[in-house]
């Protein structure tokens, strides 16, 4: 049994990724800071045998290390490590933009995906062999308006998934990234910090793509022979042709 450590796992694509990957028969280990979400969606998958959950904030790199550190044998032989954590605070002109929103983006999004990988890769490394999947988005690809920091943020995921291929290339290390468009999650409720009313209109007017999308996505690149990796895959809703250009008014 493969045992696969999501981040993120609490809400949108991390959680329907780890119920994708438990019916795959994968062995879980699921991250995130709301406890009773973790612990509802281990009672899910029938408890703590083929479960574990790690409450941290992946800003915190003594807290990533530690829970990471306390895994118990079979959970610590990290076999696939899907890096999901990720935000979005604001949407505002450079000039106007809140330094906690930036330093929040870049916490998350950048060293939080760095804490938790350089606390798995070693293992990897060892064994040579593992798998490791980089969320990133569209804005890592193309820059918008008002995107500024958040676009860096997911910039620097899509550089750091080319870097961690090149250097992991030698250990047999599996490295991609998966870069979406709109999808339809809690994503943009965090970016307008709670304004729901707003949040939804994101979504209106057109079919957004769903957590379960891109969980199916994961499925597909992680079941492929070990001889294929998947480096690098760009998805959209069928209305959507890039940040900016959105078809809608029909679904």
């Given at each position: 049994?493969?045992?696969?450590?999501?981040?993120?796992?609490?809400?949108?694509?991390?959680?329907?990724?780890?119920?994708?990957?438990?019916?795959?028969?994968?062995?879980?280990?699921?991250?995130?800071?709301?406890?009773?979400?973790?612990?509802d969606?281990?009672?899910?998958?029938?408890?703590?045998?083929?479960?574990?959950?790690?409450?941290?904030?992946?800003?915190?790199?003594?807290?990533?290390?530690?829970?990471?550190?306390?895994?118990?044998?079979?959970?610590?032989?990290?076999?696939?490590?899907?890096?999901?954590?990720?935000?979005?605070?604001g949407?505002?002109?450079?000039?106007?933009?809140?330094?906690?929103?930036?330093?929040?983006?870049?916490?998350?999004?950048?060293?939080?995906?760095?804490?938790?990988?350089?606390?798995?890769?070693?293992?990897?490394?060892?064994?040579?062999?593992?798998?490791?999947?980089?969320?990133?988005?569209?804005?890592?690809?193309?820059?918008?308006?008002?995107?500024?920091?958040?676009?860096?943020?997911?910039?620097?995921?899509?550089?750091?998934?080319?870097?961690?291929?090149?250097?992991?290339?030698?250990?047999?290390?599996?490295v991609?990234?998966?870069?979406?468009?709109?999808?339809e999650?809690?994503?943009?409720?965090?970016?307008?910090?709670g304004?729901?009313?707003?949040?939804?209109?994101?979504y209106?007017g057109?079919?957004?793509?769903?957590?379960?999308?891109?969980?199916?996505?994961?499925?597909?690149?992680?079941?492929?022979?070990?001889?294929?990796?998947?480096?690098?895959?760009?998805?959209?809703?069928?209305?959507?042709?890039?940040?900016?250009?959105?078809?809608?008014?029909?679904?």
């Open positions: 049994m493969k045992t696969a450590l999501i981040t993120g796992a609490t809400s949108g694509i991390g959680k329907a990724t780890a119920e994708r990957l438990y019916k795959e028969g994968y062995r879980l280990v699921i991250c995130g800071r709301r406890t009773k979400r973790l612990q969606l281990q009672s899910a998958f029938g408890g703590g045998e083929n479960c574990a959950i790690l409450t941290f904030d992946v800003r915190d790199k003594k807290a990533v290390e530690d829970a990471i550190a306390s895994l118990p044998v079979p959970f610590s032989d990290i076999d696939l490590l899907v890096n999901n954590a990720g935000n979005a605070h949407l505002d002109p450079i000039n106007t933009g809140s330094l906690e929103d930036w330093d929040a983006m870049m916490d998350i999004n950048v060293k939080g995906l760095l804490y938790v990988s350089k606390a798995i890769i070693p293992s990897m490394v060892e064994k040579k062999a593992g798998h490791i999947i980089n969320i990133g988005s569209i804005a890592g690809k193309e820059v918008y308006p008002n995107g500024n920091v958040y676009c860096a943020s997911k910039h620097a995921v899509d550089a750091i998934t080319k870097g961690m291929r090149i250097d992991l290339n030698a250990y047999g290390i599996r991609g990234g998966i870069h979406p468009g709109l999808v999650t809690e994503f943009s409720e965090v970016r307008f910090k304004d729901v009313e707003r949040a939804n209109t994101v209106q057109y079919k957004a793509l769903q957590s379960e999308d891109i969980a199916d996505i994961i499925a597909f690149v992680v079941s492929r022979p070990y001889h294929i990796n998947i480096a690098d895959l760009v998805v959209y809703p069928t209305a959507q042709a890039s940040s900016t250009i959105l078809k809608k008014g029909e679904n």
